[in-house]
């Protein structure tokens, strides 16, 4: 297992995510336990000592099976980290109740990782509202040892994430991105990532396959890269981009089988960043299959300047892209239900103003009227 080092510590380089556990029936629900601990204990016994689970996590009985699971070792021997569940606003005064609910479903006396679970658009204005106390509290239990390091998750634009470093940056010792090859452009994860360097703050990586889409890519794709690195796997090709990306310490995976669990480690027993020419040709790939597929908008907003309705179209043809490429998710529907109601696409009075002045000739219309019946907005 490859370490890196953070503050005084040795992380392992994989860390395991705990959102992905194996259920039972595939009700996410219902943990398979006996599984779950034979992979933890795998996890454990190869070299990984970074555990990451949260509140919501399988219906909130991840950090419960964490705890059962990780009891039986030195508590010393591991790092553990959850997360404060801001994505749901109505948590927002409740953070000293959740925080001791979660130090007993989780059998500890400590966090050594803490983080503001999933700041963005929705919930940007109540993290950072003095009312709740949030930053305070959780500072305070810094000082009295039940969090060693305090940090956050972010799924918002960059515009977001800088606004929470300008406010918070200077208590927040990592941020924990959505960082792969895929949204290197597609998600402005470059720019996110430049963003966390200039600030000198440690990037944890969550979705580094993409939730298994980059475990499994196109024919052609597969065959470029293979004559790259004839003897790489396709998912460590993911790894060993994030492997170059400076700034990354800590990469989760959310692995949900043993196999899955031994390929990952079988790759991270060596350090192989890509190339700075084979880094280039794995995003200029990526960057041409997320073009072909997706909506060719290319945000010049004609269209805006001619909706009666004035709807962002342009950053609704973005979510729709990323819904529709990526095979749904969360992540479009909470970027517009972050939006006003009157902004969403439900909104869209197919009167084709915008269409007769996009260049791109896109039937924003029916893309916006097929985009709201996929996410009811």
């Known amino acids: 297992m490859i370490y890196r080092d953070f503050q005084n510590l040795k992380l392992s380089g994989l860390g395991l995510g705990m959102m992905r556990l194996p ?82 479903k989780c059998r500890t006396a400590y966090f050594d990782f803490y983080l503001f679970h999933n700041v963005y658009e929705g919930n940007i204005d109540d993290y950072l509202n003095p009312e709740f106390g949030i930053l305070d509290y959780l500072l305070e239990q810094k000082k009295n040892g039940r969090i060693r390091y305090l940090g956050f998750s972010c799924h918002g634009s960059i515009e977001v994430l800088r606004r929470f470093l300008n406010a918070y940056g200077a208590h927040m010792e990592f941020c924990q991105l959505q960082l792969n090859y895929m949204d290197w452009h597609f998600q402005g994860c470059d720019k996110k990532a430049e963003l966390l360097q200039e600030r000198n703050i440690p990037i944890w990586v969550m979705e580094p396959l993409r939730g298994g889409k980059l475990a499994r890519v196109s024919d052609r794709t597969a065959a470029q890269l293979k004559t790259m690195r004839p003897g790489e796997t396709i998912p460590g090709w993911a790894f060993r981009f994030l492997q ?134």
């Open 23 to 104: 259920t039972v029936d595939g009700d996410d629900a219902a943990i398979d336990e006996a599984a779950a601990a034979e992979m933890i204990d795998l996890a454990y016994q190869s070299g990984i000592n970074y555990f990451d689970t949260a509140w919501g996590y399988h219906a909130g009985h991840s950090e419960e099976v964490a705890g059962r699971c990780l009891s039986k070792y030195p508590r010393e021997s591991f790092y553990l980290a959850t997360k404060f569940p801001g994505y749901d606003n109505s948590n927002m005064p409740k953070v000293a109740a959740i925080f001791e609910e979660q130090l007993r």
């Open 244 to 377: 170059a990306i400076p700034g990354v310490t800590m990469v989760l995976s959310g692995m949900s089988s043993m196999e899955q669990l031994r390929e990952n480690l079988k790759t991270w027993e060596t350090d192989a960043p890509l190339t700075a020419c084979e880094l280039s040709a794995l995003v200029d790939l990526q960057d041409q299959e997320t073009k072909a597929g997706g909506v060719p908008c290319t945000a010049c907003h004609y269209c805006t300047s001619h909706c009666p309705q004035s709807l962002p179209i342009p950053d609704l043809l973005a979510h729709y892209n990323e819904h529709k490429l990526t095979g749904g998710g969360f992540l479009a529907p909470m970027a517009v239900g972050s939006m006003p109601a009157d902004k969403r696409p439900a909104n869209c009075m197919a009167c084709r103003s915008c269409e007769q002045v996009c260049p791109q000739q896109i039937e924003i219309s029916e893309i916006l009227h097929e985009f709201s019946d996929m996410i009811g907005m």
